[in-house]
C-alpha cells in the first residue's frame, strides 16, 4: 500500500471516528436537552420514565415506561393520566422542520397505553378544543399512527362513576396530518383501522350500553354482543323517578354498517352515511310502570325527530334481522304487567334520513312479523321528513288473532276479557301532527267482550251483557264478507308517544267497525 493511498484511509478513519463521536456527543446533548424540557414542564403537568433513548442520525426516539399526570391548574386533582410500556417516534424529518417549518414523523407508536380521563361537566368541549388548537403552531404529518393493546378509562369529576370504559385497543392511523390551516377541519388522515373489546358506557343516569368487540374501518364497520340496559331493577327504578320512564333491556347479536362515510361538514357540523345497515337479532324488552305519574312533556313524531336531529344523517337502507319486542305495561299494583309480543320480526327501513331534499325521496318502513305469537302481521309505513305537518300513511294487515291471545294484555291492565277469533284485519292509517283518519276492514268469528269485576277474575255479568248489545257477535253473513269501520279527525295526545296515537286511531276504528252498521262508506 503506497503512502497516498495510505494517508487517505488514515483520513477516511479519522473522520468517520470523529461523526461517530459526534453523533454521540449530539446523542447525549440532545437527551440531556430533552431531560432537561421534560423536567421544566409545567408544574400541573408530571412526567416520569424508566429510560430515553434518541438516535438523532436516524431521527429516532424511545422511551420506556412513561408516565405523564396532568393536575388541575388550580387544584390538586388529576384531570389525566397516561401509563405506557413503550413509546417511539421514528424518521425525525429535519429538513422540513429547520426549512418547511413542519414536523414530519415515519411512525408513532404507543404499546400497551392505560389513559384514564376526569370529565369535568362544567368545562365546556369549546375549551378544550380550544386548547387543542392554540397548542398546534405547526404542520404535523405523521406516516404511521399505532396503539397497541390500549386501554380507556373515562369518569366524571364530581362523582367519580364512570363514563367510558374500553379494553385492548388496536388503533393504526396512515398518512394523519394536523394542521392549524383548516380549523374545521384540523386532522386528515389516508386511511385507518380500528378494534376494541369489552366497551361500556354510560348513556344516561339511567342506562348503560355495552359491547363486545367493535372494528372499525373507513367504510365498513361492525359491532358485536350489543347491549342496553337500564342500570336499576324495574321497581328500583320506579321509587327513583319523579315520571314514568321506560325500563330497558336490549340485546343485539351484532350490527355491520357497510359503505359508510363519516366526518365533519365544512360547516363543522358531523355528519354519517351509510348504504346498507343490517341488525341481527335484536331482542328488546321495555317495561313501563304506568303506576309513576305520568310524563307530560311534547313527544314529537318520528319526522320529526329525524328532522331536529343535531347532526347529519343518510341511511340508505336499514335492515332489521330476527328481532323480537315485548312490551309489558303495568297499570295495576296487584299484577305484573300486561305484555304485548312482536316475535320473528323483518324490517326494511328506506332512506332514514335527514339530508334529503323536498320530493328527493320518503322514508319507508316495512315490517313482517308474528304479533301474540300466533298472528302475522305485515305494515307499510311511510312519510317525509320535509313535511312539516308531520303526515304519514300507516298500512297493516293482521292474519287470524285468538282473543284469547289478547288477554294477557287487556287483564290485567283493562280488567277486560275477550273470547272468539279476528280472522283478517286490514285498516289505513293516514294522519299527520294534529289529527288521524282510519278505514278497517275485519272479519271475525263469535266475538264477546267481558267485562270483570275489580278482582280481576270473576265476570261482571251486567256490565258485559250492556257491551255486547253494542257489538255484532260476527262480521258476515258469507265466508267472505267484512265489518267495515272509520274514524275521522282523532285528535292526537302530543304528550303521548306514535305508538299512543296508533293505538287512539285504531280503537275507533274497531270500535266503529264492531258497533256500527258494518257497511264499507261511500269514499266520494
Not at 408530571?46 to 420506556?64: P, R, V
Not at 331536529?308 to 336499514?318: E, Y
Not at 300486561?338 to 332512506?351: D, E, P
Amino acid at each position: 500500500m503506497n503512502k497516498k493511498v495510505k494517508k487517505g484511509l488514515l483520513v477516511a478513519i479519522g473522520v468517520m471516528v470523529v461523526l461517530i463521536i459526534c453523533v454521540f456527543v449530539l446523542n447525549a446533548v440532545v437527551e440531556h436537552k430533552l431531560e432537561s424540557q421534560i423536567a421544566e414542564a409545567p408544574e400541573n403537568i408530571k412526567i416520569k420514565y424508566k429510560s430515553l433513548k434518541i438516535n438523532t442520525l436516524k431521527g429516532n426516539l424511545e422511551l420506556e415506561h412513561p408516565q405523564i399526570v396532568i393536575y388541575g391548574k388550580t387544584t390538586d386533582s388529576v384531570n389525566a393520566q397516561i401509563e405506557l410500556e413503550h413509546f417511539s417516534v421514528t424518521d425525525f424529518g429535519y429538513w422540513n422542520y429547520l426549512v418547511n417549518d413542519e414536523i414530519t414523523l415515519g411512525n408513532i407508536v404507543l404499546r400497551q397505553p392505560k389513559m384514564k380521563y376526569y370529565h369535568n361537566d362544567l368545562v365546556k368541549s369549546k375549551s378544550y378544543n380550544d386548547a387543542f388548537k392554540n397548542s398546534l403552531n405547526k404542520l404535523i404529518k405523521v406516516h404511521s399512527f399505532q396503539i397497541h393493546k390500549g386501554e380507556v378509562e373515562i369518569r366524571t369529576v364530581s362523582n367519580d362513576s364512570l363514563m367510558l370504559d374500553s379494553k385492548k385497543i388496536d388503533l393504526r392511523i396512515e398518512g394523519l396530518q394536523i394542521s392549524q390551516s383548516n380549523p374545521k377541519q384540523p386532522i386528515t388522515y389516508k386511511d385507518f383501522a380500528m378494534s376494541s373489546q369489552h366497551v361500556f358506557y354510560q348513556v344516561s343516569d339511567y342506562e348503560n350500553l355495552f359491547l363486545e368487540h367493535i372494528d372499525v374501518h373507513p367504510n365498513f364497520s361492525k359491532f358485536k354482543g350489543l347491549r342496553v340496559q337500564t342500570k336499576y331493577s324495574k321497581s328500583k327504578l320506579s321509587s327513583m323517578i319523579p315520571v314514568e320512564r321506560d325500563h330497558y333491556n336490549l340485546r343485539v347479536d351484532s350490527i355491520e354498517i357497510q359503505k359508510q362515510d363519516f366526518g365533519i361538514a365544512q360547516d363543522s357540523l358531523f355528519y354519517f352515511k351509510s348504504e346498507r345497515m343490517d341488525v341481527y337479532q335484536p331482542n328488546f324488552k321495555i317495561f313501563r310502570d304506568k303506576l309513576v305519574e305520568d310524563d307530560m312533556s311534547y313527544k314529537p313524531l318520528y319526522s320529526k325527530m329525524l328532522r331536529d336531529l343535531k347532526f347529519d344523517m343518510t341511511l340508505s337502507t336499514v335492515l332489521l334481522n330476527n328481532t323480537s319486542i315485548t312490551y309489558t305495561e303495568k297499570v295495576n299494583e296487584e299484577t305484573t304487567g300486561g305484555k304485548l309480543l312482536f316475535s320473528k320480526l323483518n324490517a326494511q327501513i328506506k332512506n332514514l334520513s335527514n339530508t334529503y331534499k323536498p320530493d328527493e325521496a320518503v322514508t319507508s318502513v316495512n315490517v313482517k312479523a308474528i304479533f301474540m305469537d300466533n298472528s302475522p302481521i305485515n305494515v307499510q309505513w311511510d312519510f317525509d321528513i320535509n313535511d312539516t305537518s308531520d303526515a304519514f300513511v300507516f298500512k297493516a294487515e293482521m292474519g287470524k288473532l285468538n282473543a284469547d291471545s289478547m288477554n294477557q294484555f287487556m287483564e290485567p291492565n283493562l280488567n277486560v276479557r275477550l273470547e272468539g277469533e279476528i280472522n283478517k284485519t286490514y285498516f289505513t292509517l293516514n294522519a299527520n301532527e294534529e289529527k288521524g283518519h282510519i278505514d278497517l276492514k275485519l272479519n271475525y268469528d263469535d266475538f264477546d267482550v267481558i267485562i270483570l269485576k275489580e278482582n280481576g277474575e270473576e265476570k261482571n255479568k251486567f256490565l258485559s251483557s250492556i257491551v255486547n248489545i253494542f257489538v255484532s257477535k260476527d262480521s258476515k253473513d258469507k265466508a267472505e264478507d267484512f265489518r267495515h269501520g272509520s274514524k275521522s279527525d282523532i285528535e292526537r295526545a302530543k304528550n303521548k308517544s306514535v305508538f299512543n296515537y296508533l293505538w287512539l286511531n285504531l280503537k275507533g276504528g274497531l270500535m266503529n267497525a264492531m258497533t256500527g252498521d258494518g257497511k264499507e262508506k261511500d269514499k266520494n
